[in-house]
């Protein structure tokens, strides 16, 4: 049996790891994502840079669970011009300009016909929303409401170069293999075009873990995912539903770049391992971090807590989808996203990863009356450590709930003490022959 020293090291250095992800994500802004397409191939191309991953391709018209996989979209062009000939409208300088998988248009058209095909935020009037029209084939423009509003009546020009036809959906896939049977999934959809903290915060913060944990020896895989949302997790489900049985704990990292303290979205099931984790580093970090109980609304934790499948998969955010007024608009830029954001996040994932995989559960060998600390060395370790009362605490609470049943988080929770202490202790303990590892069934 061996001990057990983390096998999850943290950042190194978390400011050039937060400037880092900050500059790809500044390499990633401007490409065009939608739910299938090219935009899509190039920022899994520049991600597999950092973390080396499959691309899969899914043919337009596989059936995926009670869905489709979606015809291909490609834009090339889109622009709106004034009864002068002027662009008032130019996808070339936002890609937010035009509403994603937009059918092509070539047409000159009165304003009050444009008006309804136009979208604008009253309330901020200089920025630009984001909007799709994913399943109903229509065409859209998003402009600044202060552009809008200036409009003159008269014949507008409108012009959008896309096609929309047979292809494929694109989804990135990496695997690092652990010893064991069990799987995390972490997950990061790759759908959104120039929005930086929705979602390029989550694919920088999984594509930089990735190539972080690439060389450590785990028991649980670590599955990356880099899908586009809904259709992406569907297209993933549907293709791999033997992998789903070994899914053990899953995240999904979506907003993690801007300043706001942490929000978890729990597993459906509430009071899964992660959830419990995740519950249990929050209460213990400077600055804390709210939680909020699953709801079938948000990103892809919709389809893994989809009844069918019920997997045990939060959602890790900063702010939360759809409450922050940055949401799905221009002002979700780059400067909106923090270096030190993104490095607080993937510190917070790689703690995560930390409690689910050594959260295990022990035996204690000398159960009948304490064990004599002092002959076995255990005094000098505590003088050793930082905060020796939490350390020589840590090591009675494992060897008193260590009976089989307990898990060291269920001990880290009980003795309201932080994991790694606990974890540390019954390291300690091991090496001193005090305890041994209970297997799991
Ligand atoms: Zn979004």
């Known amino acids: 049996m061996t001990t057990m020293p983390t096998s999850i090291p943290p950042l190194q250095d978390p ?22 397409g090219n935009g899509v191939r190039e920022t899994l191309k520049r991600l597999s840079a950092l973390a080396p991953m499959s691309i899969r391709e899914v043919p337009t018209g596989a059936p995926l669970l009670d869905w489709t996989a979606p015809k291909e979209w490609t834009i090339r062009d889109a622009w709106i011009k004034d009864p002068s000939g002027r662009k008032i409208v130019d996808f070339r300088a936002s890609n937010l300009h035009v509403a994603g998988y937009s059918i092509p248009v070539r047409r000159k058209i009165p304003l009050a016909e444009l008006q309804q ?15 799709t029209n994913y399943y109903g084939e229509d065409w859209g423009f998003c402009l600044a409401h202060r552009v809008r509003s200036a409009l003159a009546d008269g014949t507008y020009e409108v012009c959008i170069d896309s096609t929309l036809d047979a292809g494929s959906l694109t989804y990135g896939e990496l695997v690092l293999p652990g010893a064991g049977p069990g799987e995390i999934l972490v997950t990061a959809h790759v759908c959104h075009p120039s929005l930086a903290d929705d979602n390029l915060s989550g694919l920088v913060v999984a594509a930089f873990l990735a190539r972080h944990l690439k060389d450590t020896e785990r028991r649980l895989t670590l599955r990356f995912l880099f899908i586009p949302g809904t259709i992406g997790s569907i297209a993933w489900l549907a293709l791999n539903e033997t992998a789903v049985s070994r899914v053990r704990h899953g995240l999904v990292l979506a907003c993690v770049g801007d300043a706001a303290p942490f929000t978890y979205k729990r597993s459906r099931r509430g009071d899964a391992p992660v959830d419990r984790a995740v519950a249990h580093l929050l209460k213990h970090r400077p600055g804390g971090g709210r939680l909020v109980d699953f709801s079938p609304y948000g990103y892809d934790e919709r389809q893994f807590n989809s009844p069918g499948f019920n997997l045990p998969v939060g959602c890790l955010m900063r702010s939360m989808y759809g409450t922050f007024p940055e949401y799905h608009t221009s002002a979700d830029n780059l400067d909106f996203v923090k270096p030190t954001s993104l490095a607080e996040s993937a510190g917070l994932v790689l703690d995560v990863l930390d409690v689910l995989e050594n959260n295990r559960r022990f035996l204690n060998l000398n159960p009948k009356g304490e064990p004599q600390l002092g002959r076995r060395g255990l005094y000098s370790w505590i003088g050793g450590q930082n905060d ?46 005090l305890l041994n590892e209970v297997e799991e069934a």
């Open 117 to 131: 095909h136009l979208h604008s935020l009253p309330d901020h009037p200089d920025w630009i929303p984001y909007r």
């Open 15 to 36: 400011a050039a790891a937060g400037r880092e992800m900050h500059a790809l994500a500044a390499d990633l802004f401007p490409i065009c994502r939608s739910i299938t």
């Open 388 to 433: 020796k009362a939490a350390a020589q605490m840590a090591l009675l609470w494992v060897l008193n709930l260590s009976d089989g049943r307990h898990s060291l988080l269920d001990i880290a929770e009980r003795a309201d003490l932080p994991f790694p202490a606990i974890r540390n202790a019954a390291a300690q303990l091991q090496e001193r022959g």
